[in-house]
Nanobody, 122 residues
């Protein structure tokens, strides 16, 4: 099967930076898009940033100019560079990917990571 492994969450003060990383592994034929989403308690999950494997990117208006999503050198890995963090950025961040699987995982599916906490204090 396919699994997404996240790293880089933590606590920082306002104005600080964090770098999140997400690596996809398993029976993967190709990745259509991979990105980061966030979800506060009691609220629905929303897009933060995503990137297609062709390089196209999309950002939430609230993070444009502060966050940068990119493909890492390692295959099937993306990074989210978060700069000038604000208390409003505090959320659980989830890696999500649209992946074409192989074998028993064949077909187009959306996979989610376990989530990583990002806390920004004032």
């Amino acid at each position: 099967q396919v699994q997404l492994v996240e790293s880089g969450g933590g606590s920082v003060q306002a104005g600080g930076s964090l770098r999140l990383s997400c690596a996809a592994s398993g029976s993967i034929l190709s990745i259509s898009t991979m990105g980061w989403y966030r979800q506060a308690p009691g609220k629905q999950r929303e897009l933060v940033a995503r990137i297609s494997m062709s390089g196209s990117t999309n950002y939430a208006d609230s993070v444009k100019g502060r966050f940068t999503i990119s493909r890492a050198n390692a295959k099937n890995t993306v990074q989210l560079e978060m700069n000038s963090l604000e208390p409003e950025d505090t959320d659980v961040y989830y890696c999500g990917a649209v992946i074409y699987g192989l074998g028993s995982a064949a077909g187009l599916k959306y996979y989610w990571g376990q989530g990583t906490q990002v806390t920004v204090s004032s």
